[in-house]
């Protein structure tokens, strides 16, 4: 039986490279293809990495039921097609859904056996670095970004599993465990929420 996982983890924690990684690493194992309406960047090509779409278009969509989750980022719309997800669980293959903790709600509400993880970075010092070392942004832009950082880690509790990707190889064999060992007893995995929150718990003070 396949699975649909949920990798949430506020912008500059790492997701997008550690997933790259993991769907090199790891068999039978897909990414969910987002549509957004925001404009593509350079190196971005539509339909590999996003579905470049229109504000009326993805209102259609949203109309048609056509979407597991959708929330508005910075400014800009993303979904998840739910026929594509599900076309990839029944040909057995796991699928991954890089989303924001919102979209997370949404997809639990619909699938409620999505399983979830959330990854943290190992301060908040480390992610201002991440951000401003990317170049991609403004001072503005990142302020903002770790504004909303903020506001992401809030919702860590929410989510099955818990990352910490202070060493990018340790978090990335992390990932590739709790996808490994999915369909086994997971509440006292070294992973699980509960016993992560217990680990690393002056960490999670001082982020939150």
Not at 43 to 53: A, P, S
Not at 154 to 177: G, K, T
Request: proline share 3%.
């Amino acid at each position: 039986m396949a699975n649909l996982f949920i990798i949430a983890a506020p912008s500059g924690c790492g997701k997008t490279s550690l997933v790259e990684a993991l769907i090199k690493k790891t068999k039978n194992l897909w990414v969910s293809v987002s549509y957004t309406t925001r404009p593509p960047r350079p190196d971005e090509v539509n339909g590999i990495n996003y579905y470049f779409i229109s504000n009326n278009e993805f209102d259609g969509m949203v109309n048609n039921g056509a979407f597991v989750e959708h929330a508005m980022v910075f400014d800009n719309h993303y979904g998840s097609s739910t026929k594509l997800i599900k076309d990839k669980l029944n040909e057995c293959v796991n699928v991954i859904l890089e989303i924001d903790w919102q979209g997370a709600r949404q997809v639990k509400e619909n699938m409620p056996n999505a399983i979830s993880i959330f990854i943290l970075p190992p301060s908040k010092e480390a992610l201002l670095g991440r951000l401003q070392q990317r170049a991609q942004d403004n001072d503005a832009i990142i302020n903002k970004r770790m504004s909303d950082a903020q506001n992401q880690m809030q919702h860590f509790n929410e989510f099955d599993y818990l990352v910490i990707n202070d060493d990018f190889n340790s978090a990335l064999n992390d990932l590739n465990l709790i996808i490994c060992r999915a369909d086994r007893d997971s509440e006292r995995f070294s992973l699980s929420l509960s016993e992560q929150s217990k680990k690393y718990r002056k960490l999670l003070k001082k982020l939150i």
